[in-house]
C-alpha cells in the first residue's frame, strides 16, 4: 500500500520544511484558511510555553533566544499531545518540525500511533542572504497577528494596523542577525539531513520560496493531496 492511500479517511498530513524564514508559517495560514488544515508549529508551542512560563517554556527559553534547538524529547512530547488534540479528518501542516533525523524518526512512530502516515515533504528552497534581511525585518501586530516587514510590507497607514487597527506591534526576541545565523547554521547541519531521507521515500517536491508569496502559495496547493 501507498503511503497516500494508508491515510484512508484521515486527513492529508503534509511537512513544510526550509530554513528560518523560508515562509513556512506564511503558508501554512494560507493552507488553515484555504483547506481548513491545522498548522501545527513547534515554535508556536515552545513560545507559548515560554510566555505561560511552563516547565517546557523554562527549559527552551534560554536555547530559543540563542537560536540552538529544543531537546527532541521536548518537542515529541508537545507534537504527541498535539495529535491527540487534532480530529484525525482535519488535515495537518507541519511547519518548523521535524528538525532533526531523530525527530523524523518520533514523528513516523507518533503519526502511526495517531493512525496516521505522511502523505507529503514540500521544501520551500530560498537564498539564506535574502532570508537574513526578510527575518530581521519582520514584525506582527501584537493583537491579530498579521504579518508585516519593514521594506516589503508596512501598513497602510504608519504605525496602524491594516486588519484590526491596533497600534500595538511587536518582534520575535530571536528575530535578530546574530540568532538568525545560528539558527541558519542548525538547519543546515541538523535538518537539511531529512530531506535525503524523505527524498528516497518520494515524498519530496520542491518549491521556489524566492518566488513571489502568490506563486509559492499556487505551487503548495498543487502540490497537496486531493
Ligand atoms: P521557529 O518558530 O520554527 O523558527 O522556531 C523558533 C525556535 O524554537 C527555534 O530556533 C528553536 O530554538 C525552537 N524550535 C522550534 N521548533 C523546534 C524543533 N522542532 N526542534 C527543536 N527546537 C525547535
Redesign the pocket.
Known amino acids: 500500500m501507498s503511503e497516500r492511500k494508508a491515510n484512508g479517511a484521515a486527513g492529508p498530513v503534509v511537512i513544510l520544511l526550509g530554513p ?1 524564514g523560508a515562509g ?2 506564511t503558508q501554512a495560514q494560507k493552507l488553515m484558511a484555504s483547506r481548513g488544515m491545522v498548522q501545527l ?4 508551542m ?2 507559548a510555553a515560554v510566555r505561560a512560563g511552563t516547565p517546557v517554556g523554562l527549559e ?1 527559553k534560554a ?2 533566544e540563542q ?6 524529547s ?2 515529541s512530547g508537545l507534537i504527541d499531545e498535539a495529535l491527540a488534540a487534532t480530529p484525525p479528518e482535519t488535515g495537518i501542516i507541519f ?6 533525523l531523530a ?1 523524523a524518526e518520533s514523528l513516523d512512530s507518533l503519526l502511526a500511533a495517531h493512525g496516521r502516515h505522511l502523505d507529503r515533504v514540500i521544501e520551500l528552497a530560498v537564498d539564506e542572504d535574502a532570508l537574513v534581511d526578510r527575518i530581521t525585518g519582520r514584525f506582527t501586530c501584537a493583537n491579530c497577528g498579521e504579518g508585516y516587514h519593514n521594506r516589503f510590507k508596512r501598513p497602510k497607514v504608519e504605525g496602524v494596523c491594516d486588519r484590526c487597527g491596533s497600534t500595538e506591534f511587536k518582534r ?1 526576541p ?1 528575530d535578530n542577525e546574530a ?1 538568525v545565523r545560528t ?1 541558519m547554521a ?1 538547519y543546515r547541519a541538523k535538518t537539511a539531513p531529512i530531506l535525503p531521507v524523505y527524498e528516497a521515500r518520494g515524498l519530496v517536491a520542491r518549491v521556489d520560496g524566492m518566488a513571489p508569496m502568490e506563486d509559492v502559495e499556487r505551487e503548495v496547493q498543487a502540490l497537496l493531496p486531493a
Request: hydrophobic residues 25%; without cysteine; charged residues 30%.
Open positions: 528560518p513556512k508559517g508549529s513547534t515554535g508556536d515552545l513560545r527552551a536555547i530559543m537560536g540552538g534547538l529544543v531537546p527532541d521536548v518537542v511547519d518548523g518540525y521535524p528538525r532533526t525527530q520575535r530571536d540568532t539558527r542548525e
